[in-house]
């Protein structure tokens, strides 16, 4: 239909040129959407911005005036501006910018981006997107945490105009979870060592499908810088975040390591993050107070929850709520998930959460089938369910290869019955983690053996990802000190510095 409105209307033009002789009348301009869309006005009329945001002089692209952003390690300065758009229409995008890593995206019920590593002069970001059943969009640009000011000029959104008779400001979301659909490649270039440092490399955007837990302050942690070199492992679970008291996020619930004055996770962040991995942050664990219990309200954990999403730049978090968290105070734990997705939504991003969930010789407890449930009643969603295969006690199989496949394949039908899945689709929605050397069950045992026979399994079912804990103990015991069973520091077997590791590091979905 469209083709043949466009030659009926050719051919109606082609009459009118005809009565003018030869008369041409010239093209009209493609028509700017945006309003003041060089920052001329002189300030931020028509956007919504950041505090630190200003119409400044001295860098402008064209004119006398550019946006001037200053990109913090807890916000990315973001201005953003609503507009109305026509359904199912083709609409441009374009804009100059300058500085490093800086973004030009539309967000709402259409989401697109674009980005550029930074130079010292102006580059030109284009991106072309479809409206969809969209009426408006939010278009944005932003910097990235911890890169400093940035500079942007002269934007351009066209395409057939909306309904309403004007754009108007949208509110920027100061939510950090920036997952896009076109990740930087690179982090920018910077040593890959875990020295201390307050300024978070961006994540690379790359697949997350083995990473492998560590505990960056406790059980005698490594280098993380050596520990990538040798096993190949770049992806990382990072545990574990607990409240320091009055609903203060530290690690280990330490005072002492609080997560807004911390350095040295920081530094492990910039180190995997050059290395081309990425990390996720693992709130709970079995010790210690969670968050969650002691936030008050939804709204106050979420806010504890993104202050943490905030120092390190966050797109993944990882939520394992054991002992007595394990399906406690699900409407506040659950309603500030939502909360965190939806801001983040808004902000056109999106905030990739795990739930860990111990595991039993029939898969799932009960009351991990109940905690899911009350996620979903609550419109909380999960990337995957991250099974703990391990901790339950070896039986019905005579080999702990056997058991853990055993109990996979059952978790793996309770979660079908939970979500409706497929068999394909829950074996993606499930990640499995293992545990190297002995356990806290004397009658488990992984083996590099069980690990290589155990990849074997992921690979054939498609498993979301294949993880472990943890890299603190992936090393054999120093035999001249005395050690518990299952030690945090060495995995208690015959081994070679990250021979689990090595394992891990092969599995790509």
């Known amino acids: 239909m469209r083709r043949s409105r466009l030659a009926i209307l050719a051919g109606g033009v082609a009459a009118t040129l005809a009565t003018l002789g030869s008369t041409v009348l010239p093209a009209a301009a493609a028509t700017n959407l945006l309003s003041n869309p060089g920052f001329e006005a002189g300030a931020l009329s028509g956007w919504s911005c950041e505090a630190t945001d200003s119409a400044g002089t001295g860098h402008a692209h064209g004119g006398t005036y550019a946006l001037t952003g200053a990109a913090s390690n807890s916000s990315t300065a973001q201005c953003g501006q609503s507009v109305s758009v026509l359904p199912n229409s083709t609409y441009s995008l374009t804009g100059w910018v300058s500085g490093a890593y800086v973004y030009l995206g539309v967000s709402g019920a259409v989401t697109a981006s674009t980005w550029t590593p930074g130079t010292g002069s102006y580059t030109q970001l284009s991106l072309t997107f479809s409206s969809g059943s969209a009426t408006s969009v939010t278009v944005y ?5 911890g890169q400093g000011t940035f500079y942007a000029d002269d934007l351009s959104l066209t395409g057939p105009g909306g309904g309403s008779p004007s754009p108007t400001a949208s509110s920027p979301s100061t939510s950090p979870s920036a997952s896009r659909s076109a990740g930087p490649s690179a982090s920018p270039s910077r040593s890959a060592t875990a020295s201390p440092s307050t300024s978070v490399t961006p994540p690379t955007g790359g697949p997350f499908r083995n990473p492998i837990y560590f505990m960056p302050f406790e059980n005698s942690p490594q280098d993380i810088t050596q520990a990538i070199a040798a096993s190949g492992a770049r992806n990382y679970n990072l545990a574990f975040v607990l409240d320091a008291g009055g609903c203060t996020p530290a690690w280990g619930g330490d005072a002492g390591h609080k997560v807004t004055t911390d350095t040295t996770v920081t530094g492990v962040v910039n180190a995997v993050r050059a290395a081309g991995g990425d990390v996720a942050v693992s709130f709970g664990g079995y010790n210690g107070a969670e968050l969650g219990a002691s936030c008050g309200g939804a709204a106050g954990l979420a806010a504890a929850y993104q202050a943490v999403i905030n120092r ?15 399906n406690a105070n699900t409407a506040v734990r659950f309603g500030a998930i939502k909360i965190l997705q939806d801001n983040a939504r808004a902000a056109g991003r999106q905030l990739h959460v795990t739930l860990t969930v111990p595991m039993t010789t029939v898969g799932f407890p009960d009351t991990g089938k109940a905690e899911i449930q009350a996620a979903q009643a609550a419109g909380a969603s999960f990337d995957l369910v991250n099974i703990m295969a391990f901790d339950y006690g070896l039986t019905n199989a005579a080999d702990m290869a056997t058991s853990v496949q055993l109990v996979a394949d059952q978790a793996k039908n309770q979660l079908k019955t939970l979500y409706g899945y497929d068999d394909a689709t829950a074996y993606a929605h499930l990640g499995l983690q293992l545990m190297n050397g002995h356990t806290d ?21 498609h498993f979301g990802w294949l993880s472990f804990w943890a890299l603190n ?37």
Do not use: M
């Open 473 to 509: 103990r992936d090393r054999a015991c120093d035999p001249s000190v005395p050690h518990n069973w299952a030690d945090g520091t060495c995995s208690s077997v015959a081994q070679n510095p990250y021979d689990f590791a090595k394992i891990v590091a092969g599995y790509a979905g």
């Open 312 to 326: 390190y730049a966050l797109t993944r978090i990882d939520l394992d709520y054991e002992g007595d968290d394990l």
């Open 441 to 461: 069950q004397p009658s488990e045992l992984f083996t590099q053996a069980t690990f290589s026979t155990l990849l074997a399994y992921a690979r054939s079912r």
């Open 141 to 145: 640009v932003h910097g990235w945490y």
